[in-house]
């Protein structure tokens, strides 16, 4: 199974894509991940992203398409993986395919994570998170016991600040603007499959496995 999962912030596929990586024993390949990979074994393209990222710049896309690349030559992908924040844009897409086609690797589906906009807002500004063990809470999904006190070890719940509104609404604005033009290029390819994000956690991922049976 070769999977590619997309989704706008906060829609829920982080949690997705676990499941979909322990039930049908893939790696799951994110960003994150190959960055933090890359950049400890010291390969070229590992190197060169550090070099961007310790001068707080954007790591270009042919170093990001080069870590991407190393990551899928690697033994364990060679039955399947799933592709989890990559590709971000046209170009990337158009760059993972030349590489797929080249390797002979064809995508089996794009899954969409699809939550609307207006729900993606209110989940992201009503997380709170405990500021002394880091467990994550919602005003209205997931209260704790007693209002701004965690559960578990009693300290003062904070709102993070990338999960106020102007910046919820700014990160799903440049989703909107570079990441969604990726759904019409799958869909042309008849590899999208999108599922409703705005259910309970386990129904989204029951509703994975019905459309990649």
């Known amino acids: 199974m070769k999977l590619l999962i ?29 960055f933090r990979a890359a950049m400890k074994a010291g390969t070229k393209m590992g190197l060169l992203a550090k070099s961007y990222m310790e001068k707080g710049q954007l790591v270009p896309d ?20 799933l592709l989890d924040g990559f ?14 086609t080249k390797n002979g690797i064809k995508l089996d589906a794009v899954l969409d994570v699809n939550v609307e906009n ?10 709170r998170v405990c500021k002394n063990c880091g467990a994550t809470y919602h005003i209205e999904f997931n209260k704790p016991l007693k209002d701004g006190i965690c559960d578990n070890c009693g300290s003062n719940l904070v709102q ?3 999960d106020t509104e102007a910046t ?9 603007e570079q990441t969604a033009p990726l759904l019409d290029y799958y869909k042309k390819q008849g590899i999208l499959k999108t599922v409703n994000g705005d259910q309970s956690f386990d129904k989204v991922f029951e509703d994975i496995k019905a459309v990649l049976k």
Do not use: W
């Open 6 to 34: 997309t989704g706008r912030p906060g829609a829920g596929k982080g949690t997705q894509a676990v499941n979909i990586k322990e039930y049908y024993k893939i790696p799951h390949i994110s960003t994150g991940d190959m």
């Open 62 to 81: 042919e170093v990001t398409i080069g870590i991407v690349e190393d990551r899928l030559s690697e033994a364990d992908c060679k039955d399947g993986f």
């Open 87 to 100: 590709p971000r844009n046209l170009a990337q897409a158009e760059a993972l395919d030349k590489f797929l």
């Open 118 to 127: 207006s729900v993606l807002v209110r989940r992201m500004v009503g997380r």
């Open 160 to 162: 993070r600040p990338d």
């Open 168 to 176: 919820a609404v700014n990160r799903l604005a440049v989703y909107d």
